[in-house]
């Protein structure tokens, strides 16, 4: 069962993931994609969750004995996901969106 409790476990992970991850990497996220500074934030944001999406089917699809790269858990994309649609979230309001 789902409870409220383990909603926030999941909830306090990923913020903290994306914590660690912010400050390893600053704020890749807001910034434009070195190689195509065109790009706007949401436009980049859409292609790294369809990469994202695409890994996630391949996953549901696959049987894990049959994967090569072993270490990209099912947990650890929907985690990505859910971070950047959270990130998609918080960035609301630039390029003139409102909340």
């Known amino acids: 069962m789902i409870t409220p ?3 926030q476990k999941q909830c ?3 913020a903290d993931l994306l914590k660690k991850k912010n400050a390893d990497y600053g704020d890749s996220f807001s910034e434009r994609p070195y190689l195509l500074p065109n790009v706007t934030t949401n436009t980049s944001a859409y292609i790294r969750l369809s990469d994202k999406f695409k890994r996630l089917r391949t996953l549901l699809n696959s049987e894990e ?3 090569r790269v072993l270490d ?4 650890d994309t929907l985690r990505d996901v859910a971070g950047y ?3 998609l979230l918080a960035d609301c309001g630039k390029e003139g969106k409102k909340e």
């Open 12 to 14: 306090d992970l990923l």
């Open 65 to 67: 004995q049959d994967r």
């Open 5 to 7: 409790e383990k909603i």
């Open 72 to 75: 990209e858990s099912l947990e």
């Open 85 to 87: 649609c959270l990130l």
